[in-house]
Antibody, heavy 123, light 107 residues
Framework: QVQLVESGGGVVQPGRSLRLTCAAS????????MHWVRQAPGKGLEWVAV????????YYADSVKGRFTFSRDNSQNMLSLQVNNLRPEDTAVYYC????????????????WGQGTLVTVSS | EIVMTQSPATLSVSPGERATLSCRAS??????LAWYQQRPGQAPRLLIY???TRASGIPATFSGSGSGTEFTLTISSLQSEDFGVYYC?????????FGGGTKVEIK
């Protein structure tokens, strides 16, 4: 079965950095686009970033562009999200999610989600 | 950016009753619309994609309809496990955007 397991969250001061990771299993990882979606405490869902199946193409939400970097290692079935210059408004549970299809637009919706990792930005 | 607006914000429903949730897009998204369910403390779960196709393992009590800018999720007979927050998401244009959610609670 598909499993996505995030890690790397924690409490960090504004301006600092974190590296979030997501370990994937149960499917052919290298065939699918992958995403990060976040959810601030008590709020709705916000799409953060997507990476193509081969890692060549990446798109980011304007709110994180220039501060977050998404990468993948298909040999290890791993995703990484480097989050720099953190702001209080980045406080959220960060979910990694699998794109449903192997091509657009199907790969732009999310058929499996991890349980999330909480990032808290506070001084 | 396409703004997705869900209504109502909260829907109080008795078990066994029908629930109708609405999602409106600020511009056409064709049929590139998905619905997710989020139970308290859990990750979201895909229910419907391409406006009306049920995801794997989703019961037939869930159905979706619409196109363009107006979409509806219908739960024909609410079960206890159906209570939670429901989100719509458009995947027609960048950036991908979600609605603010409809909380379905027990009446």
């Amino acid at each position: 079965q598909v499993q996505l397991v995030e890690s790397g969250g924690g409490v960090v001061q504004p301006g600092r950095s974190l590296r979030l990771t997501c370990a994937a299993s149960g499917f052919t990882f290298s065939n699918y686009a992958m995403h990060w979606v976040r959810q601030a405490p008590g709020k709705g869902l916000e799409w953060v970033a997507v990476i193509s199946y081969d890692g060549r193409n990446k798109y980011y939400a304007d709110s994180v562009k220039g501060r977050f970097t998404f990468s993948r290692d298909n040999s290890q079935n791993m995703l990484s999200l480097q989050v720099n210059n953190l702001r209080p408004e980045d406080t959220a549970v960060y979910y990694c999610a699998k794109g449903r299809g192997s091509s657009s637009p199907g790969n732009l919706l999310f058929d499996y989600w991890g349980q999330g990792t909480l990032v808290t930005v506070s001084s | 950016e396409i703004v997705m607006t869900q209504s109502p914000a909260t829907l109080s429903v008795s078990p066994g009753e029908r629930a109708t949730l609405s999602c409106r897009a600020s511009q056409s998204v064709s049929t590139n619309l998905a619905w997710y369910q989020q139970r308290p403390g859990q990750a979201p779960r895909l229910l419907i994609y391409d406006t009306s196709t049920r995801a794997s393992g989703i019961p037939a009590t869930f159905s979706g309809s619409g196109s363009g800018t107006e979409f509806t999720l219908t739960i024909s007979s609410l079960q206890s496990e159906d209570f939670g927050v429901y989100y719509c998401q458009q995947y027609d244009k960048w950036p991908l955007t979600f609605g603010g959610g409809t909380k379905v609670e027990i009446k």
